[in-house]
């Protein structure tokens, strides 16, 4: 099965079909991605991307910005499906959440049943927002990934039947469910523990995939200034999403700039992909 959804999504999309004017997004910390989409007077399609996000952050920019793409040619029905096979011509093929996520906005617990997704949303309490808004640092450590070479091994071990990528596949599919309901619930304890499931369940698929943030989280770990943290995207580099514990978010930002990694601003998208037709 691909790998469940990542935390909730933070982006959203306006789509302009058929025009001149840019197809746009605002992601973490108003990093926009643009894109031109024109039809010349016989008939001819030009598609223009530009994206001020860094190729490879993990923060699911190729999906989103795909996402705006289908829509913007075809309207906004099936557009993330269309972005995913779009993406699976171009070799990743690392699974559907990042499309689901920009599609719908807020909060969804995605299901993966062979070829379909069934999206189940959620709207968690204001106080668990409000929480994970607080204590939630985003940070960025410029350290670029390719999600599709990423992803080739580990499904090459799939095809095998390797018993540590399933078991790591498995691990993550029952961490999205535990996220799920603490999110629902307001259950901070079983949001805790998601994420260190789904962690136990990256290093199960490759631990390569942990190595590039180890040397600045493990030490946070240790010092109990972080609870929980979680490489965003593939992994092996990009952004990671560090949980602190109470006043502690100094100490961790902290951290993160004396390596060089920028801390990032984030916020909640409850809309999801929006297509203004001109």
Request: glycine share 10%; hydrophobic share 40%.
């Amino acid at each position: 099965p691909p790998p469940p959804p990542p935390p909730p999504p933070l982006f959203f999309f306006h789509a302009h079909p058929a025009t001149p004017e840019p197809l746009w997004s605002r992601g973490l910390g108003d990093v926009y991605k643009r894109q031109s989409l024109e039809i010349d007077g016989e008939g001819k399609l030009s598609v223009n991307y530009r994206c001020e996000a860094p190729v490879g952050s993990g923060l699911g920019t190729t999906g989103a910005i795909n996402v705006a793409l289908m829509a913007a040619i075809k309207g906004s029905e099936n557009a993330e499906e269309a972005a995913y096979q779009f993406e699976a011509l171009l070799g990743n093929t690392g699974g559907r959440q990042d499309q689901w996520a920009a599609k719908y906005g807020g909060f969804n617990h995605l299901m993966f049943i062979g070829d379909s997704v069934e999206e189940m949303p959620f709207d968690p309490p204001r106080s668990v927002r409000f929480w994970l808004q607080k204590h939630l640092i985003v940070a960025n450590s410029k350290i670029p990934h390719v999600s599709g070479e990423l992803h080739d091994s580990i499904w090459a071990k799939y095809a095998e039947k390797d018993a540590d990528v399933i078991d790591g596949l498995m691990t993550i599919r029952m961490a999205a469910r535990k996220m799920s309901k603490g999110l629902d619930q307001d259950r901070r304890d079983l949001i805790v523990e998601a994420l260190h499931e789904v962690c136990k369940g990256v290093d199960a698929l490759d631990p390569a995939l942990h190595d590039p943030f180890k040397h600045v989280v493990d030490p946070l770990m240790e010092n109990r200034d972080v609870v929980a943290w979680k490489a965003l995207g593939a992994g092996g580099g990009g952004c990671v999403a560090l949980l602190t514990a109470p006043q502690r978010q100094e100490t961790v930002i902290e951290s993160c700039k004396a390596v060089g990694w920028d801390v990032l601003d984030w916020d909640y998208d409850d809309q999801g992909l929006v297509v203004n037709a001109n």
